[in-house]
């Protein structure tokens, strides 16, 4: 391939590797059907198919177990979750210090309580909100903090407490990616003063759609649990302008076989990330997350930054490169929030205010990873990803050879 232009090069690495099928960033894990028809049987009998259900009450029992958390409480999705846990805290009007660097839902469930977001820069080995930044950002108006684990690598979770106790502030978690990590031997969901949980079909774990907000106090967990009932706080008692946040008894009995997986997943995941890191961590001009101290972490993704001086091509011709071998890698978290229409005329949206989470969301791939997805497939996404470099350096190295001295 070498002496040939770049065109060429990238079909004959599409000859030589395109994978026959879609091989996607993720793929839920599926639990066997005759175990998913036995629930389905149950509820048939039962004639229960939601609000607070057997399934449902069983599922709450067995995650608090399994996450070692005490107050949790089943939603049907994150992003619900996330809207009542900050009307669970009484966070009205005013704004909220969060990260641009994550999913949409994170502002939008700020916007949809009337919430402003103030978008605070990260911290390039983390990409989590550094803590360095936020006290600039607290004023006045300033009511809480939103931090996310972003692909459940664990923020700075003492610095910010440290920072929301000094201010009198508010700390709630988006932990949509942080299912089963643990810091300092415990939970990270143990921190802040709530955390949401993700279990939407790209999840590690999964109940279709689905989340959890993790609470401090069995006080705070019922007001929840009335928020996300609309409110009702018995037959006859409404407490407030609740929501409908509940998970059905579907999606609890898929929660409940998911959970029995959940564990082999993981250690699935853990032997892929092995092999990406050993592969990919060399190549120059990527970047792995590294490993961060004091931490179980849960293998939820594989993100790498693309320096395009170091690795002969830029993050988007790598996307193109590695979507024509049929490898759908995802840019997550390209463009950021805070680029949305919707937030992008506040002054803490100015992408020169966030130069980092800027460059990070320009060079960020997510890579492949899922328990089933086969080794052998994971080391041609490598091979891929090595090639490619390796061909961009040579046609870089001859270019600068045969170039005339100029001035
Ligand atoms: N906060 C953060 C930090 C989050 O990342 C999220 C969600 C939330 C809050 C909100 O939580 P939820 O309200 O969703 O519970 C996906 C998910 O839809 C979203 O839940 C997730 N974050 C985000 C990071 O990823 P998309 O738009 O990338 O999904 P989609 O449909 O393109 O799926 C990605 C790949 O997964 C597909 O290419 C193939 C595979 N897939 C997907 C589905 C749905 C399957 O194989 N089977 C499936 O059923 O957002």
Same mark, same amino acid.
């Given at each position: 391939?070498?002496?040939?232009?770049?065109? =060429?090069?990238?079909?004959?690495?599409?000859?030589?590797?395109?994978?026959?099928?879609?091989?996607?960033?993720?793929?839920?894990?599926?639990?066997?059907?005759?175990?998913?028809?036995?629930?389905? +049987?149950?509820?048939?009998?039962?004639?229960?198919?939601?609000?607070?259900?057997?399934?449902?009450?069983?599922?709450?029992?067995?995650?608090?177990?399994?996450?070692?958390?005490? *107050?949790?409480?089943?939603?049907?999705?994150?992003?619900?979750?996330?809207?009542?846990?900050?009307?669970?805290?009484? #966070?009205?009007?005013?704004?909220?210090?969060?990260?641009?660097?994550?999913?949409?839902?994170?502002?939008?469930?700020?916007?949809?309580?009337?919430? &402003?977001?103030?978008?605070?820069?990260?911290?390039?080995?983390?990409?989590?909100?550094? !803590? *360095? +930044?936020?006290?600039?950002?607290?004023?006045?108006?300033?009511?809480?903090?939103?931090?996310?684990?972003?692909?459940?690598?664990?923020?700075?979770?003492?610095?910010?407490?440290?920072?929301?106790?000094? *201010?009198?502030?508010?700390?709630?978690?988006?932990?949509?990616?942080?299912?089963?990590?643990?810091?300092?031997?415990?939970?990270?969901?143990?921190?802040?003063?709530?955390?949401?949980?993700?279990? *939407?079909?790209?999840?590690?774990?999964?109940?279709?759609?689905?989340?959890?907000?993790?609470?401090?106090? =069995?006080?705070? &967990?019922?007001?929840?649990?009335?928020?996300?009932?609309?409110?009702?706080?018995?037959?006859?008692?409404?407490?407030?302008?609740?929501?409908?946040?509940?998970?059905?008894?579907?999606?609890?009995?898929?929660?409940?076989?998911?959970? &029995?997986?959940?564990?082999?997943?993981?250690?699935?995941?853990?032997? #892929?990330?092995?092999?990406?890191?050993?592969?990919?961590?060399?190549?120059?001009?990527?970047?792995?997350?590294?490993?961060?101290?004091?931490?179980? !972490?849960?293998?939820?993704?594989?993100?790498?930054?693309?320096?395009?001086?170091?690795?002969?091509?830029?993050?988007?011709?790598?996307?193109?490169?590695? +979507?024509?071998?049929?490898?759908?890698?995802?840019?997550?978290?390209?463009?950021?929030?805070?680029?949305?229409?919707?937030?992008?005329?506040?002054?803490?949206?100015?992408?020169?205010?966030?130069?980092?989470?800027? +460059?990070?969301?320009?060079?960020?791939?997510?890579?492949?990873?899922?328990?089933?997805?086969?080794?052998?497939?994971?080391?041609?996404?490598?091979?891929?990803?090595?090639?490619?470099?390796?061909?961009?350096?040579?046609?870089?190295?001859?270019?600068?050879?045969? &170039?005339?001295?100029?001035?």
């Amino acid at each position: 391939m070498i002496g040939m232009d770049w065109d =060429s090069q990238a079909g004959e690495i599409v000859r030589e590797y395109r994978f026959a099928d879609p091989v996607y960033v993720t793929r839920p894990t599926m639990p066997p059907l005759d175990a998913y028809t036995g629930y389905l +049987r149950g509820i048939w009998e039962r004639r229960w198919l939601t609000n607070d259900g057997a399934l449902h009450q069983e599922l709450e029992r067995q995650l608090s177990a399994h996450l070692g958390v005490e *107050h949790l409480s089943l939603f049907c999705n994150g992003t619900i979750a996330l809207l009542v846990a900050l009307r669970a805290l009484q #966070i009205e009007g005013g704004e909220v210090i969060t990260t641009p660097f994550t999913f949409p839902a994170t502002a939008h469930a700020l916007h949809w309580n009337g919430l &402003r977001p103030v978008f605070c820069d990260i911290d390039p080995a983390t990409l989590n909100l550094d !803590p *360095h +930044r936020i006290e600039p950002l607290i004023g006045p108006e300033t009511r809480a903090i939103l931090p996310v684990h972003v692909y459940g690598t664990p923020c700075d979770v003492d610095a910010i407490q440290a920072i929301a106790d000094r *201010h009198g502030l508010r700390v709630i978690y988006d932990a949509a990616h942080a299912f089963g990590v643990q810091y300092l031997g415990r939970s990270l969901l143990h921190y802040g003063d709530l955390a949401m949980l993700s279990f *939407h079909a790209t999840k590690l774990f999964s109940t279709i759609e689905g989340g959890a907000l993790i609470s401090r106090t =069995s006080a705070q &967990r019922s007001r929840i649990n009335s928020l996300k009932n609309f409110g009702i706080a018995g037959e006859e008692e409404v407490i407030g302008p609740g929501i409908n946040g509940k998970m059905d008894e579907f999606q609890a009995a898929f929660g409940l076989l998911q959970l &029995r997986m959940v564990g082999d997943e993981i250690a699935r995941r853990k032997a #892929i990330a092995a092999i990406y890191r050993e592969r990919l961590a060399h190549v120059p001009g990527l970047t792995l997350i590294a490993d961060q101290p004091l931490t179980q !972490p849960n293998y939820a993704y594989v993100p790498v930054l693309v320096d395009a001086d170091g690795y002969g091509l830029d993050r988007n011709g790598l996307f193109q490169l590695l +979507r024509s071998c049929n490898i759908i890698s995802r840019k997550y978290f390209y463009p950021l929030v805070s680029r949305a229409p919707c937030y992008a005329s506040l002054p803490s949206a100015d992408p020169a205010r966030l130069p980092v989470a800027e +460059r990070a969301a320009s060079q960020v791939l997510c890579l492949p990873i899922y328990g089933t997805l086969p080794i052998s497939a994971v080391h041609r996404i490598c091979q891929v990803i090595e090639v490619c470099h390796a061909l961009r350096t040579q046609a870089t190295t001859q270019a600068s050879a045969v &170039r005339p001295n100029g001035p």
